[in-house]
């Protein structure tokens, strides 16, 4: 039995969005062998369509599709059937500042497959679905620390954005929505002492002009969104640090912020851990709310794309 490296994706069609057929054998059903990635097409003021680091979202697939003994789409394969899946959309990405169309690709085991093995056919789809403003309704979030339930471990998939690392996140999250919390903070599965990340998004701490995240190094997911800001806050003078952060110290902490494509960057009003909370200044939003106009303004073609992260649609 070896991984599938052969397929070669190049068969495409644009199709309307409906159900697809799936054997009961398939590989994504039975043994969880599929991953997604995430992003969001903004249209700026003067109609055109812009993509943020596609190619991004494309390199963190392969990376996935290794570890779980899947083909991949190449670069441009994916770049390019996300771009056709926006373009055909073109009439439902919002109006500049109304939100975004965002982007599903899909890569999964689709062959049937009885005993456990990779699966011997794979496919690669992209859809679509416009988006509000996220910050409209939810500007701030209220964490708790999941204290029954880990995410990842090392040498586990945190690292990579399988689907099957979702579902064991819904427990929690669904306990810690009945009460009211805005999401779910995940520690470290081997000493329960250092902040991983929450259900969706990576979480950033922030104490004077010193940014610290947890290092990227396998359990939790390396965002694109946190690969940008660290990049936007390092160009705008902060100290970033990419180490092991504690609860304590996030709990101590000036303001705390949380990285994501949905939210892009949310300031974090309160962390509940073991029945304590604490509250950051309302005020405490400084460092987060710089970060996002300027990710924002770049993502929107608001401001000047110096990095050359946007990619143009249309
Ligand atoms: N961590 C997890 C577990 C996620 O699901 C996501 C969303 N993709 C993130 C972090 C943030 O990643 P990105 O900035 O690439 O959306």
Not at 70 to 92: C, G, H, Y
Not at 183 to 205: M, P, Q, R, W
Not at 220 to 249: C, F, H, M, N, W
Not at 260 to 269: F, K
């Amino acid at each position: 039995m070896k991984c599938s490296t052969g397929e070669d994706f190049s068969q495409e069609s644009l199709i309307p969005y409906g159900n697809i057929e799936l054997s009961p054998c398939s590989g994504i059903l039975n043994y969880g062998q599929g991953l997604f990635e995430g992003l969001k097409a903004y249209r700026k003021e003067d109609g055109q369509i812009l993509l943020f680091r596609p190619e991004q979202n494309a390199l963190r697939m392969k990376a996935g599709a290794e570890r779980l003994c899947m083909p991949s789409p190449s670069i441009e394969q994916f770049v390019d059937a996300v771009k056709q899946t926006v373009l055909a959309n073109e009439r439902w990405v919002p109006p500049f500042g109304k939100g975004s169309m965002y982007v599903r690709p899909l890569l999964m085991g689709s062959g049937a497959i009885l005993g456990v093995g990779p699966a011997p056919e794979y496919t690669f789809l992209v859809y679509a679905s416009p988006v509000g403003s996220y910050h409209k309704h939810q500007r701030s979030l209220n964490l708790v620390v999941e204290e029954k339930h880990h995410r990842a471990s090392s040498g586990g998939t945190g690292g990579i954005k399988a689907v099957a690392n979702y579902s064991p996140v819904l427990n929690a999250l669904t306990r810690a929505k009945a009460q009211g919390f805005s999401d779910v903070l995940f520690l470290d599965a081997a000493t329960g002492k250092y902040i991983d990340e929450g259900s969706a998004c990576n979480i950033f701490s922030v104490k004077g002009n010193t940014i610290s995240t947890p290092p990227a190094h396998g359990i939790i997911l390396p965002g694109i969104t946190r690969k940008s800001i660290i990049k936007i806050a390092l160009t705008l003078d902060y100290q970033v640090e990419e180490r092991p952060v504690t609860i304590d110290e996030l709990m101590d902490a000036d303001e705390a912020f949380c990285t994501g494509t949905a939210m892009v960057v949310a300031s974090i009003s309160s962390v509940t851990h073991q029945g304590r909370r604490i509250e950051y200044k309302t005020q405490a939003d400084a460092v987060s709310q710089k970060l996002r106009e300027t990710l924002t303004g770049i993502q929107m073609g608001r401001l000047e794309d110096t990095m050359g992260w946007v990619v143009e649609v249309n």
